[in-house]
């Protein structure tokens, strides 16, 4: 049974930065596509950030350049600066044995297997 295991979270004041984690373990074969997803109290699911085994990698609009994925094998990072409040939630990873979609098709229902998140906290 393969296994995403998120860590690196935690509390930040705005403009801090934060680096995070993805493992993944125990699967038969190479995730093709891993990704960064983040979710606020009361909101939906959203998508971060994705990182292919070959090193391409594709960002939401709302990143613009303050978030930057990384990918070295099974492992995933989120190296984020000049965090707000509005980037507070629990950040998840996930990935799919296919290559990533599309942006526009770029929902949590393409990936199939995900961690169990890791909480981050901009605030004063």
């Known amino acids: 049974q393969g296994q995403l295991v998120e860590s690196g979270g935690g509390s930040v004041q705005p403009g801090g930065s934060l680096r995070l984690s993805c493992a993944a373990s125990?699967?038969?074969?190479?995730?093709?596509?891993m990704a960064w997803f983040r979710q606020a109290p009361g909101m939906e699911r959203e998508w971060v950030g994705t990182g292919e085994g070959d090193g391409r990698t594709q960002y939401a609009d709302f990143v613009k350049g303050r978030f930057t994925v990384s990918r070295h094998s099974r492992k995933l990072y989120l190296q984020m600066s000049s965090l707000k409040p509005e980037d507070t939630g629990m950040y998840f990873c996930a990935a799919r044995f296919a290559p990533c979609p599309n942006i526009r098709t770029m929902t949590s229902s393409a990936f199939a297997f995900w961690g169990q998140g890791t909480q981050v906290t901009v605030s004063s």
């Open positions: 125990g699967y038969t074969h190479s995730s093709n596509c």
